[in-house]
């Protein structure tokens, strides 16, 4: 098992920065995807951005490419989800997502993902 907890989660205003941050802990997960994805609600799960723990490979939606940045602090197990220039549309609920490896095309999607944390709050108000 693998326990997630997101925090971060707040009210900015459009153009704003925010940094979300994201606790790993539990088994081995040091050749693990972890991944950002976002809710609104009526909609799917949406992804935003993902990382390998250890080659440090990362990935990113085109909707955030050049906003978002994701990293990860390994001697802190943590995940961060850094969001610049933020958009009312970037509005959502967050969540942590971690998994063994996957191929590549797999990475963009929430069914792949059997470890989720328990999400946190992104309003941007315009």
């Known amino acids: 098992q693998v326990q997630l907890v997101e925090n971060g989660g707040r009210l900015v205003q459009a153009g704003d920065s925010l940094r979300l941050s994201c606790a790993v802990s539990?088994?081995?997960?040091?050749?693990?995807?972890m991944g950002w994805f976002r809710q609104t609600p009526g909609k799917e799960r949406e992804f935003v951005a993902a990382i390998h723990w250890t080659r440090g490979n990362t990935y990113y939606a085109d909707s955030v490419k050049g906003r978002f940045t994701i990293s990860r602090d390994q001697a802190d197990n943590r995940v961060y989800l850094q969001m610049s220039s933020l958009k009312p549309e970037d509005m959502a609920v967050y969540y942590c997502?971690?998994?063994?490896?996957?191929?590549?095309?797999?990475?963009?999607?929430?069914?792949?993902?059997?470890?989720w944390g328990q999400g946190t709050q992104v309003t941007v108000s315009s």
């Open positions: 539990g088994r081995d997960f040091s050749n693990y995807v």
């Open positions: 997502a971690a998994d063994e490896p996957m191929v590549v095309g797999e990475i963009t999607l929430a069914s792949t993902y059997n470890y």
